[in-house]
């Protein structure tokens, strides 16, 4: 099969030819229709973050397909299911946060694309109880991005709390801002999405945001309490500059949710304005098997739309400079 390789932290991915896995007791296989090209891959592969993955490994945390094989103790699933290989690959299902609804935080878990082989390639392994099922009324070419972008937006803007009538603002309209402009919406938020690029503030625009800023060319912060300030800020800029602004646009009482993961990962927030303006900092990491199932269940009903291009796997390394470049409507989807 055709699978795409990170074999050195940095370079660019070969594209080898390497055996079909097979599946163990826990696991099924899964043949690939698309993969979706998170920025994480972008980090996973040039080895941005203190916890490296060691190469050779296949990237992809966005795999869409159809289950072909199952390990012989799978109930999980039977064959012909589709199914999403998300980036929680594995947890150990029995610790204080598995066994209370925070899977992620597993300390033991194993994430697809990183510390096992993911979704770049022409079929994939999976432990058979982390592939979330994709339901009728979502294709697998949007079922791929909502396998991270949308879970991992859609679980943000729970974990923000987000009322009926609180101002939002997205900072960075990508793979995961343009769903989350969607999300907030649906919640009842009035929406202000920045970005440093026109053409992403048009298409947050069309997807329902209220206000737009071009963080490079105003100062998102004037422009934001000019607005009247947020209730929620978050953070998916692949920016430390973007999280300070974030801070800064908050009112009182306001919640700043930290996503994006930027090589050079760190903050200055003040700890008086922390202090007296009430305000929380809470980190989101994806979501549970729960929450992509309500994800996948919010598409099938139409109430969210996927903006995505299709690529072949040969074009990884293009494809990669094209979404660090910014020149892409939201997400790139490897079709197979
Ligand atoms: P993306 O490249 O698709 O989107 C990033 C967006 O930020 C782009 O539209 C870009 O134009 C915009 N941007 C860049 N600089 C900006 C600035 N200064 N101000 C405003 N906007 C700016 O990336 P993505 O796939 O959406 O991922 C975003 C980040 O989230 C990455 O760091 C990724 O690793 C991380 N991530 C985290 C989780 C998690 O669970 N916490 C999950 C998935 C991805
Ligand atoms: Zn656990
Ligand atoms: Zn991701």
């Known amino acids: ?15 080898q030819d390497r055996q079909v896995p097979e599946p163990s007791t826990d696991q099924v296989l899964v043949r690939i229709e698309a993969s979706g ?16 993955p060691t190469p050779p490994f296949v990237p992809g945390h966005e795999g869409v397909g159809i289950v072909e094989k199952l390990g012989s103790s799978v109930t999980a699933h039977q064959l012909g299911d589709r199914v999403a290989i998300p980036w929680l690959g594995q947890a150990c299902g029995d ?12 300390e033991s878990q194993q994430n697809s694309g990183y510390s096992i082989d993911g979704a770049f390639a022409e079929y994939a ?8 099922t994709v339901p009728a009324g979502v294709e697998p070419f949007d079922a791929a991005p909502l ?17 009926p009538g609180e101002t939002v603002v997205v900072f960075g309209i990508g793979g995961l801002g343009h769903l989350a402009v969607q999300y907030a919406r649906l919640v009842g938020a009035t929406v202000i999405a920045v970005d440093i690029d026109d ?37 998916y800029a692949v920016a430390p500059v973007a999280f300070n602004q974030a801070f800064a646009s908050l009112n009182r009482g306001g919640r700043l949710i930290c996503v994006a993961l930027p090589a050079e990962g760190t903050m200055s927030i003040p700890i008086f304005d922390t202090v007296l303006k009430g305000i929380e900092i809470i980190g989101s990491i994806v979501g549970t098997r ?13 109430r969210t739309r996927v903006i995505a291009e299709g690529r072949k796997l040969e074009q990884v390394n293009d494809a990669i400079e094209e979404l660090r470049a910014g020149s892409i409507a939201a997400r790139l989807v490897f079709e197979f």
């Open 1 to 15: 099969m055709k699978a795409a390789v990170v074999t050195q932290l940095g370079q660019p991915i070969e594209i």
């Open 37 to 52: 090209l998170c920025h994480t891959d972008i980090h996973a592969a040039h080895g941005d973050w203190p916890v490296k």
């Open 95 to 106: 610790c204080r946060y598995c066994v209370d609804g925070r899977e992620t935080l597993c």
């Open 125 to 132: 392994v999976v432990d058979a109880r982390y592939a979330v």
């Open 147 to 163: 396998s991270c972008a949308g879970l991992t937006s859609y679980k943000s803007v729970k974990v923000a709390r987000v009322q």
């Open 199 to 235: 053409e992403k503030l048009a298409l947050a625009t069309s997807l329902g945001a209220d206000h737009v800023v071009n963080a490079a060319k105003v100062d998102p912060v004037v422009a934001i309490a000019d607005l009247g300030g947020a209730d929620v800020a978050l953070a």
């Open 290 to 302: 729960q929450d992509l199932a309500e994800v996948f269940r919010l598409h099938a009903q139409g």
